[in-house]
């Protein structure tokens, strides 16, 4: 309903109309199964993560590392030649400081989502991940931040293999 509708032509169906069947209800549970590829390139990145390690695809074309790694480079039109391991290290290229749940209810403590440039990748190659042991106050674009890991008995292959990444010291 809006301001122009107040109310749908036809007859509505109350509660009472279903509960004493003067309608025909059909109920049915349906099984559903489906599998799906992630690819050569996300599967072996992903494979990677179950071992604490990040890998890149490097093209010969453009001298370019990505991550996520691709087979295809999207701006030379050719292969990617090389995986390289990346270091679990790098950079926050921007990030959100977040109040709302996915459901729209208002958070007392706000969840910090920021894309990382990742060590050893070419500049803005990265991941969206969360940020942890840091106030909101204190996170900056360019902070240097490291991976903290799930432990070997919870890493699935899945992005939240990494638990959440945390500032780091510049040295490392
Ligand atoms: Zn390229």
């Given amino acids: 309903m809006s301001s122009k509708v107040s109310h749908y032509p036809g007859v509505e169906i109350t509660h009472d109309d279903l509960n004493s069947r003067r309608y025909l209800i059909t109920k049915?549970?349906?099984?559903?199964?489906?599998?799906?590829?992630?690819?050569?390139?996300?599967?072996?990145?992903?494979?990677?993560?179950?071992?604490?390690?990040?890998?890149?695809?490097?093209?010969?074309?453009?001298?370019?590392?990505?991550?996520?790694?691709?087979?295809?480079?999207?701006?030379?039109?050719?292969?990617?030649?090389?995986?390289?391991?990346?270091?679990?290290?790098?950079k926050v290229v921007t990030f959100s400081i977040a109040y709302v749940n996915s459901d729209a209810s208002r958070r007392s403590e706000p969840i910090l989502v920021a894309v990382i440039e990742i060590g050893g990748a070419s500049p803005m190659m990265g991941m969206l991940h969360l940020l942890g042991e840091v106030r909101p106050d204190k996170v900056r674009v360019g902070m240097p931040v490291e991976a903290v890991w799930r432990p070997a008995n919870e890493?699935?292959?899945?992005?939240?293999?990494?638990?959440?990444?945390?500032?780091?010291?510049r040295s490392r």
């Fill in 28 to 90: 049915y549970q349906t099984e559903l199964r489906y599998a799906w590829t992630s690819g050569v390139a996300t599967g072996r990145f992903l494979r990677g993560l179950k071992k604490m390690e990040i890998w890149g695809r490097e093209c010969d074309g453009c001298s370019r590392i990505l991550v996520p790694p691709r087979m295809y480079c999207e701006k030379c039109y050719r292969p990617t030649d090389r995986w390289v391991r990346l270091r679990d290290t790098g």
């Fill in 155 to 169: 890493r699935t292959g899945a992005i939240t293999d990494i638990r959440y990444v945390r500032p780091r010291a």
